[in-house]
């Protein structure tokens, strides 16, 4: 029983793990792709020289990626902040 209980577990180890794994390799892979892009932006931009004005300037490319939104933490509150102790 506990020689199948320590294979059950070493198994579900190597399952979870590798789920890690395949996030992590579609994370760099985002992040790959994003740095091309911006590579190909600024090769452009240095043959060009020109500064851009808000009619022929890209805002679609500033926007925030979704597929990469759910990797980003989230912040927790870590004290109540208290302006009352500043003032004293």
């Given amino acids: 029983m506990k020689f199948?209980?320590?294979?059950?577990?070493i198994f579900s180890?190597?399952?979870l793990a590798s789920g890690d794994l395949s996030k992590e390799k579609e994370r760099q892979k985002?992040?790959?792709k994003q740095i091309k892009t911006e590579m190909e932006k600024e090769?452009?931009?240095?043959?060009?020289?020109?500064f851009y004005?808000?009619?022929?300037?890209?805002?679609?490319?500033?926007?925030?990626?979704?597929?990469?939104v759910d990797s980003i933490?989230?912040?927790e509150?870590?004290?109540d902040?208290?302006?009352?102790?500043?003032y004293d």
Avoid: C, W
């Fill in 4 to 9: 199948f209980l320590a294979i059950l577990l």
């Fill in 13 to 15: 180890n190597i399952v």
């Fill in 30 to 32: 985002r992040i790959e």
């Fill in 43 to 50: 090769k452009k931009y240095a043959k060009e020289q020109t």
């Fill in 53 to 68: 004005q808000t009619h022929n300037y890209d805002f679609k490319g500033a926007e925030v990626n979704p597929d990469s």
């Fill in 73 to 75: 933490p989230s912040i």
């Fill in 77 to 79: 509150v870590q004290d």
């Fill in 81 to 86: 902040f208290d302006m009352d102790s500043v």
